[in-house]
């Protein structure tokens, strides 16, 4: 199981970045799927989730209205449009499966969100 994330950077507060992760060694439309966060000196925080076939979403209040997330089982990759950036969103950003049991970590992609 591997996962590759990219798409992050730095960015001004008010900007946006699109973050996209590959997902290789499972079957991937088969799977809820998440994406999380990690600030410095705090814990890793979930921020948005979808559901094997897309329908179903879910997002921690602190991005809703500001975060899409969506994904392509076709190729085997997720997405999370983040839009209204603000400096609290500074965090290094993963993607993994949704079950606790099944997570697994890549190496993230950093954003930074300052003026």
């Known amino acids: 199981v591997q996962f590759v994330e990219s798409g992050g950077g730095l960015v001004q507060p008010g900007g946006s970045l699109r973050l996209s992760c590959v997902a290789s060694?499972?079957?991937?439309?088969?799977?809820?799927m998440s994406w999380y966060r990690q600030a410095p000196g705090k814990e890793r925080e979930l921020v948005a989730n979808i559901n094997s076939a897309g329908g179903i979403i879910n997002y921690v209040d602190s991005v809703k209205g500001r975060f899409t997330i969506s994904r392509d089982n076709a190729k085997n990759s997720m997405y999370l449009q983040m839009n209204s950036l603000k400096s609290e969103d500074t965090a290094v950003y993963y993607c993994s499966r949704s079950r606790p049991d099944l997570r697994s970590w890549g190496q993230g992609t950093q954003v930074t969100v300052s003026s």
């Open positions: 060694g499972f079957a991937f439309s088969m799977y809820s």
